[in-house]
C-alpha cells in the first residue's frame, strides 16, 4: 500500500510536466532576427556624362612626299623613321638636265630680248618718219606689230626662265611638314617622276594626334532628349574632353579636346562621326592604333550614384534593396545611365532619402524586416569592389 505522501509527489510530477508540455506547444519555434544590412541614403546629385567607346588613332597631318621633275633619284639625306623639320632636305635628283634646260631658258630670253630691242629701234624710227611722209601707214602698222610680239615673246621667255629655275629647284627634295618621316619607297638609281609624280616617302606629324570614334545615333537623340528636359548640360565642343586607356589598362597621361562632329550620319555604320586632339610629346601613341576612350561630354543633373553591388539584375531588368522607415525591405526598379568611377549612375527609380541596400543584399527579401545600419566600403565584405560615392546626409 502506497503512502499519501508518495502519491501527492507523483501527482505534482505529472501536473508539471503536463503544463511544461503544454507551454511548448503553445509558443511554437523560436523567431529568427532580422538580417542585419548596410545601407547608404542617396541624394540626388551631378555627375560627369561619360561614354566608354573605341577610337582609331590617325596622325594630325600626313604629307606625301614625290619626285615633282623626271630625273635620276641620286641620294637619300635623312634617316627612315627618324624625326624631320619643314624645309630640311630629303633626296636629290640629279640636277645635269635641269641645269641644261636652265641654260636653254636663258639663252631664248636673250635672243627674246635681242629681238625686242632691234624691233623697238625700227618701230621708233618709223614712229618719226611717219609725220613727213617718208613712209606709209602700214609700214608704220607692221613695224608696231613686230615691237609688241617681240615684247610679249621676252615676256614668254622670261616665265621659261622661272620654271626650268624652279625645275631645278625641285632636284632638291624637301620636307613639306615637319613629323617623322617613313620608309623610303624608291631606291638611288631610280628614274622618278617619268610621267608621274612618284611616292618617295610619307611624312606623318604624331604630335598632336587625332582619335576617331563615332557614337550611335540613338545614344545622340537619348542625349538630346536628356537636354531639353534639363537631365543633362552638353558641353561645347571646346569642352567636351575624352581620357584614353592603354593597351595595358593604364590611363594616358594626356586628355584629349573633342573639335569636330560631323553634321550628318555616316551611311556606312550609322552613327555619328567625331575627332578629339590628343597631345603626343613622347610619340608613346601611334598612327592606326584602336584604343579604348572614355569621353565625357557634359554634365548628368538630379541622378543617384549606387555602388556596383547594389545594383542587381533579373529578367525584368535593374533593381536595388531599400529598406523603407517601417524597417521592411522595399524592391525599387531602377534605369542605370552608365558608371562613373565604380557606381553605377542611376536617373529613374530612386527618390532622395532611400536607403539602399549594399552590403548582406543576398540575405533580404522584399517584404521582410532587416535591420539597417550605415554601410562603410572598409568594412563591406565586397571589399575588392570600387569605393562607392558618399553617403547623402
Given at each position: 500500500?502506497?503512502?499519501?505522501?508518495?502519491?501527492?509527489?507523483?501527482?505534482?510530477?505529472?501536473?508539471?510536466a503536463l503544463g511544461?508540455?503544454?507551454?511548448?506547444?503553445?509558443?511554437?519555434?523560436?523567431?529568427?532576427?532580422?538580417?542585419?544590412?548596410?545601407?547608404?541614403?542617396?541624394?540626388?546629385?551631378?555627375?560627369?556624362?561619360?561614354?566608354?567607346?573605341?577610337?582609331?588613332?590617325?596622325?594630325?597631318r600626313s604629307a606625301?612626299?614625290?619626285?615633282?621633275?623626271?630625273?635620276?633619284?641620286?641620294?637619300?639625306?635623312?634617316?627612315?623613321?627618324?624625326?624631320?623639320?619643314?624645309?630640311?632636305?630629303?633626296?636629290?635628283?640629279?640636277?645635269?638636265?635641269?641645269?641644261?634646260?636652265?641654260?636653254?631658258?636663258?639663252?631664248?630670253?636673250?635672243?627674246?630680248?635681242?629681238?625686242?630691242?632691234?624691233?623697238?629701234?625700227?618701230?621708233?624710227?618709223?614712229?618719226?618718219l611717219a609725220p613727213?611722209?617718208?613712209?606709209?601707214?602700214?609700214?608704220?602698222?607692221?613695224?608696231?606689230?613686230?615691237?609688241?610680239?617681240?615684247?610679249?615673246?621676252?615676256?614668254?621667255?622670261?616665265?621659261?626662265?622661272?620654271?626650268?629655275?624652279?625645275?631645278?629647284?625641285?632636284?632638291?627634295?624637301?620636307?613639306?611638314?615637319?613629323?617623322?618621316?617613313?620608309?623610303?619607297?624608291?631606291?638611288?638609281?631610280?628614274?622618278?617622276?617619268?610621267?608621274?609624280?612618284?611616292?618617295?616617302?610619307?611624312?606623318?606629324?604624331?604630335?598632336?594626334?587625332?582619335?576617331?570614334?563615332?557614337?550611335?545615333?540613338?545614344?545622340?537623340?537619348?542625349?538630346?532628349?536628356?537636354?531639353?528636359?534639363?537631365?543633362?548640360?552638353?558641353?561645347?565642343?571646346?569642352?567636351?574632353?575624352?581620357?584614353?586607356?592603354?593597351?595595358?589598362?593604364?590611363?594616358?597621361?594626356?586628355?584629349?579636346?573633342?573639335?569636330?562632329?560631323?553634321?550628318?550620319?555616316?551611311?556606312?555604320?550609322?552613327?555619328?562621326?567625331?575627332?578629339?586632339?590628343?597631345?603626343?610629346?613622347?610619340?608613346?601613341?601611334?598612327?592606326?592604333?584602336?584604343?579604348?576612350?572614355?569621353?565625357?561630354?557634359?554634365?548628368?543633373?538630379?541622378?543617384?550614384?549606387?555602388?556596383?553591388?547594389?545594383?542587381?539584375?533579373?529578367?525584368?531588368?535593374?533593381?536595388?534593396?531599400?529598406?523603407?522607415?517601417?524597417?521592411?525591405?522595399?524592391?525599387?526598379?531602377?534605369?542605370?545611365?552608365?558608371?562613373?568611377?565604380?557606381?553605377?549612375?542611376?536617373?529613374?527609380?530612386?527618390?532622395?532619402?532611400?536607403?539602399?541596400?549594399?552590403?548582406?543584399?543576398?540575405?533580404?527579401?522584399?517584404?521582410?524586416?532587416?535591420?539597417?545600419?550605415?554601410?562603410?566600403?572598409?568594412?563591406?565584405?565586397?571589399?575588392?569592389?570600387?569605393?562607392?560615392?558618399?553617403?547623402?546626409?
Amino acid at each position: 500500500m502506497k503512502s499519501p505522501l508518495l502519491s501527492t509527489s507523483l501527482l505534482c510530477l505529472g501536473l508539471l510536466a503536463l503544463g511544461a508540455c503544454s507551454k511548448s506547444k503553445d509558443s511554437g519555434p523560436p523567431t529568427a532576427p532580422p538580417p542585419e544590412v548596410g545601407v547608404i541614403t542617396v541624394n540626388p546629385q551631378s555627375s560627369p556624362l561619360t561614354r566608354d567607346l573605341v577610337g582609331r588613332l590617325s596622325a594630325f597631318r600626313s604629307a606625301d612626299v614625290r619626285a615633282r621633275v623626271a630625273g635620276v633619284l641620286l641620294k637619300r639625306n635623312y634617316e627612315e623613321g627618324s624625326d624631320v623639320k619643314q624645309g630640311q632636305l630629303l633626296f636629290q635628283i640629279d640636277p645635269a638636265p635641269l641645269n641644261a634646260a636652265l641654260s636653254a631658258a636663258r639663252a631664248a630670253l636673250a635672243q627674246a630680248q635681242a629681238t625686242y630691242t632691234n624691233n623697238k629701234v625700227t618701230a621708233q624710227r618709223v614712229r618719226e618718219l611717219a609725220p613727213k611722209g617718208y613712209v606709209s601707214k602700214a609700214d608704220v602698222d607692221n613695224a608696231q606689230a613686230a615691237e609688241r610680239s617681240s615684247a610679249a615673246a621676252v615676256q614668254a621667255a622670261r616665265a621659261n626662265v622661272e620654271t626650268a629655275r624652279i625645275n631645278l629647284g625641285y632636284a632638291n627634295v624637301t620636307a613639306p611638314i615637319s613629323g617623322r618621316a617613313g620608309q623610303q619607297q624608291v631606291t638611288e638609281g631610280a628614274l622618278v617622276g617619268n610621267g608621274a609624280a612618284t611616292l618617295l616617302t610619307t611624312i606623318d606629324q604624331t604630335d598632336p594626334l587625332y582619335v576617331n570614334f563615332t557614337m550611335s545615333v540613338d545614344a545622340l537623340e537619348q542625349m538630346r532628349q536628356a537636354q531639353q528636359n534639363g537631365h543633362v548640360t552638353l558641353a561645347g565642343q571646346d569642352k567636351a574632353s575624352v581620357q584614353i586607356a592603354l593597351p595595358d589598362g593604364s590611363k594616358y597621361a594626356e586628355p584629349g579636346t573633342v573639335d569636330f562632329s560631323a553634321a550628318t550620319v555616316n551611311p556606312s555604320t550609322g552613327s555619328v562621326d567625331l575627332r578629339a586632339t590628343v597631345p603626343n610629346p613622347k610619340h608613346s601613341l601611334l598612327p592606326g592604333m584602336y584604343v579604348t576612350l572614355k569621353a565625357n561630354l557634359g554634365q548628368q543633373h538630379k541622378v543617384f550614384l549606387i555602388p556596383q553591388q547594389a545594383v542587381q539584375r533579373d529578367t525584368v531588368g535593374a533593381y536595388v534593396m531599400t529598406v523603407g522607415t517601417d524597417g521592411n525591405v522595399v524592391r525599387k526598379d531602377v534605369t542605370t545611365a552608365d558608371m562613373a568611377d565604380g557606381n553605377w549612375v542611376v536617373n529613374d527609380g530612386l527618390a532622395a532619402g532611400d536607403q539602399v541596400v549594399v552590403s548582406g543584399i543576398q540575405n533580404v527579401k522584399a517584404g521582410a524586416p532587416a535591420k539597417a545600419s550605415p554601410w562603410h566600403p572598409a568594412a563591406s565584405s565586397s571589399s575588392s569592389q570600387p569605393p562607392a560615392a558618399p553617403s547623402g546626409k
